[in-house]
C-alpha cells in the first residue's frame, strides 16, 4: 500500500503543500474540489475550463513525482443542488485528468416531501422512523444515485468511495451494500476508521466484510479517541461543536493518539487480506495540535505499521 493524504488539511500554499508532502516520502495525493472542502489547493473552475491551468496545475504535481490517486467532493447531493453541482464538475474534471476514483459521501435527504433539512435517523422508534427511511432510500437516494452513477461512468470514473461518515445515508458497511446493491458496484466504501470508532463499530471487522463484498476502494488514515470522563456517563452520542474538544465525549486525533501503531499494523494486515493495496489516505483533523505538528505525528504512526 502507498501512502498518500488528504490535501485539504494542510494549511499552505499548493506549490508548498507539493514540496512538503514530497519531503515526508508521501506518494499519492487525494485532492478536494469544492462542496464541505475549501478546495484549497485547487481551481475547480479554473481547471476545468482551460487546459493551460489544468497542465500547470498536474505538472507541479508530476514534477516532485507525487501521483493523483483521487478526487474527493464530499458534501450533500441528495439535498443541495449546489452540492450534486461540484459533484459533476469533478467527474468531468476527472475524465480530463485521467483519475479513475473520486471520493465522496453518499448525501442525505430529507425526511419527507416538502421538507428541506436533511434528517438523520439512528433509531427505530418512534414508528414514523421507518416512513423517514422508506421514503430517504426509496424515493430519493436509490433515483437519484442511479443518475450519478450513469454521470460518472460518462466520464469514465470507475469507482466512487463513499465514507462512512456520520449524517450520511451510507455510514456503515451494512448501508454501502445496500446502495450498492440498488445501483450497481461503482459504488463502493472509503473506508475511515475515526467513524466507525466513535459509532461503537470494528474497522478490521468492517475491513473483512467490505472485502468480501469486494467494495473497500479507499482509506481515510484517520483516528479518534473516546474521552475518559466524558464518554461513560453520557455516550458516545455528541453534538457539542469539535471545537469544543475538552467537553466532548470524543475527538479525532492525531493517528496514533487515539489508537496505537499495533491496532494500525493489525488493520492495515486484515485490510490487505481483504484484498485492498492501493492508497492510505492521511486525514488530519486534530484541533488539540497545531497543524503541521498532527500531520508529522500522523505520518510518523502510518510509515512505521505499513513499514514504509
Given at each position: 500500500?502507498?501512502?498518500?493524504?488528504?490535501?485539504?488539511?494542510?494549511?499552505?500554499?499548493?506549490?508548498?503543500?507539493?514540496?512538503?508532502?514530497?519531503?515526508?516520502?508521501?506518494?499519492?495525493?487525494?485532492?478536494?474540489?469544492?462542496?464541505?472542502?475549501?478546495?484549497?489547493?485547487?481551481?475547480?473552475?479554473?481547471?476545468?475550463?482551460?487546459?493551460?491551468?489544468?497542465?500547470?496545475?498536474?505538472?507541479?504535481q508530476r514534477r516532485r513525482g507525487l501521483?493523483?490517486?483521487?478526487?474527493?467532493?464530499?458534501?450533500?447531493?441528495?439535498?443541495?443542488?449546489?452540492?450534486?453541482?461540484?459533484?459533476?464538475?469533478?467527474?468531468?474534471?476527472?475524465?480530463?485528468?485521467?483519475?479513475?476514483?473520486?471520493?465522496?459521501?453518499?448525501?442525505?435527504?430529507?425526511?419527507?416531501?416538502?421538507?428541506?433539512?436533511?434528517?438523520?435517523?439512528?433509531?427505530?422508534?418512534?414508528?414514523?422512523?421507518?416512513?423517514?427511511?422508506?421514503?430517504q432510500w426509496n424515493e430519493v437516494a436509490?433515483?437519484?444515485?442511479?443518475?450519478?452513477?450513469?454521470?460518472?461512468?460518462?466520464?469514465?470514473?470507475?469507482?466512487?468511495?463513499?465514507?462512512?461518515?456520520?449524517?450520511?445515508?451510507?455510514?456503515?458497511?451494512?448501508?454501502?451494500?445496500?446502495?450498492?446493491?440498488?445501483?450497481?458496484?461503482?459504488?463502493?466504501?472509503?473506508?475511515d476508521p475515526s467513524h466507525l470508532f466513535?459509532?461503537?463499530?470494528?474497522?478490521?471487522?468492517?475491513?473483512?466484510?467490505?472485502?468480501?463484498?469486494?467494495?473497500?476502494?479507499?482509506?481515510?488514515?484517520?483516528?479518534?479517541?473516546?474521552?475518559?470522563?466524558?464518554?461513560?456517563?453520557?455516550?458516545?452520542?455528541?453534538?457539542?461543536?469539535?471545537?469544543?474538544?475538552?467537553?466532548?465525549?470524543?475527538?479525532?486525533?492525531?493517528?496514533?493518539?487515539?489508537?496505537?501503531?499495533?491496532?494500525?499494523?493489525?488493520?492495515?494486515?486484515?485490510?490487505?487480506?481483504?484484498?485492498?493495496?492501493?492508497?492510505?489516505?492521511?486525514?488530519?483533523?486534530?484541533?488539540?495540535?497545531?497543524?503541521?505538528?498532527?500531520?508529522?505525528?500522523?505520518?510518523?504512526?502510518?510509515?512505521?505499521?505499513?513499514?514504509?
Open positions: 500500500m502507498k501512502l498518500a493524504i488528504k490535501t485539504c488539511t494542510l494549511d499552505m500554499p499548493y506549490t508548498e503543500m507539493l514540496d512538503f508532502c514530497a519531503a515526508q516520502g508521501i506518494s499519492a495525493l487525494e485532492i478536494g474540489t469544492g462542496n464541505w472542502s475549501a478546495a484549497p489547493h485547487i481551481d475547480l473552475d479554473e481547471v476545468l475550463s482551460s487546459e493551460t491551468a489544468r497542465t500547470r496545475w498536474r505538472d507541479e501521483e493523483l490517486c483521487a478526487l474527493n467532493c464530499s458534501g450533500n447531493p441528495l439535498a443541495y443542488e449546489r452540492d450534486l453541482e461540484v459533484t459533476e464538475k469533478t467527474f468531468r474534471l476527472a475524465s480530463l485528468l485521467g483519475v479513475k476514483k473520486v471520493v465522496m459521501m453518499s448525501g442525505l435527504p430529507a425526511g419527507c416531501p416538502g421538507d428541506r433539512t436533511p434528517a438523520w435517523i439512528t433509531t427505530s422508534w418512534p414508528p414514523e422512523t421507518q416512513d423517514i427511511l422508506d421514503y436509490i433515483p437519484a444515485w442511479r443518475e450519478i452513477v450513469r454521470k460518472a461512468e460518462d466520464c469514465g470514473v470507475e469507482r466512487i468511495a463513499l465514507e462512512n461518515h456520520g449524517m450520511q445515508l451510507v455510514y456503515n458497511p451494512e448501508t454501502l451494500l445496500r446502495l450498492r446493491e440498488a445501483v450497481g458496484p461503482m459504488v463502493g466504501m472509503n473506508l466513535w459509532m461503537g463499530g470494528d474497522p478490521i471487522e468492517a475491513a473483512r466484510v467490505l472485502g468480501d463484498a469486494g467494495a473497500l476502494y479507499h482509506i481515510h488514515g484517520k483516528d479518534s479517541r473516546r474521552e475518559r470522563g466524558l464518554w461513560g456517563p453520557n455516550g458516545m452520542l455528541d453534538t457539542k461543536p469539535i471545537e469544543g474538544f475538552r467537553r466532548r465525549s470524543w475527538n479525532y486525533v492525531a493517528v496514533g493518539a487515539g489508537h496505537g501503531v499495533q491496532w494500525w499494523q493489525e488493520f492495515f494486515s486484515a485490510v490487505r487480506m481483504a484484498g485492498y493495496d492501493e492508497e492510505v489516505s492521511l486525514e488530519m483533523e486534530d484541533l488539540t495540535l497545531p497543524m503541521l505538528e498532527g500531520h508529522l505525528a500522523s505520518l510518523r504512526t502510518l510509515k512505521e505499521a505499513l513499514a514504509l
